[in-house]
């Protein structure tokens, strides 16, 4: 199981990122796949998530508006366009392939996750 989040790093308020997942084509081609976050000394927490075939999308409340999830099946690819971001929007943030096609909020919905990306939004 290949699961590669990329994509984070330093930018001020107020501007933009995209972070890219790579999953392997036999664990993520057929299934949902989400993205979660976790910020220092708090638990991790739903950010988006997108159904197999980019259908349907979920967004957090905090994060609807300002980002969007897509994917890129030839390329086993998704993405998350981040505008406008905040200072709170730091966080490690995964990847992660749902148990069925559809994302979920919930994190027990989801069997494989990468190893994250740090975000980091200076004010």
């Known amino acids: 199981v290949q699961l590669q989040a990329s994509g984070g790093g330093l930018v001020e308020a107020g501007g933009s990122m995209r972070l890219s997942c790579v999953a392997s084509r036999r664990t993520s081609s057929n299934n949902g796949v989400g993205w979660f976050r976790q910020a220092p000394g708090k638990e991790r927490e739903f950010v988006a998530g997108i159904s197999w075939n980019g259908g349907d999308t979920l967004y957090a409340d905090s994060v609807k508006g300002r980002f969007t999830i897509s994917r890129d099946r030839a390329k086993d690819t998704v993405y998350l366009q981040m505008n406008s971001l905040k200072p709170e929007d730091t966080a490690v943030y995964y990847c992660?392939?749902?148990?069925?096609?559809?994302?979920?909020?919930?994190?027990?919905?989801?069997?494989?996750w990468g190893q994250g990306t740090l975000v980091t939004v200076s004010s």
């Open positions: 992660a392939v749902a148990r069925s096609s559809y994302a979920s909020r919930n994190a027990e919905s989801y069997r494989y």
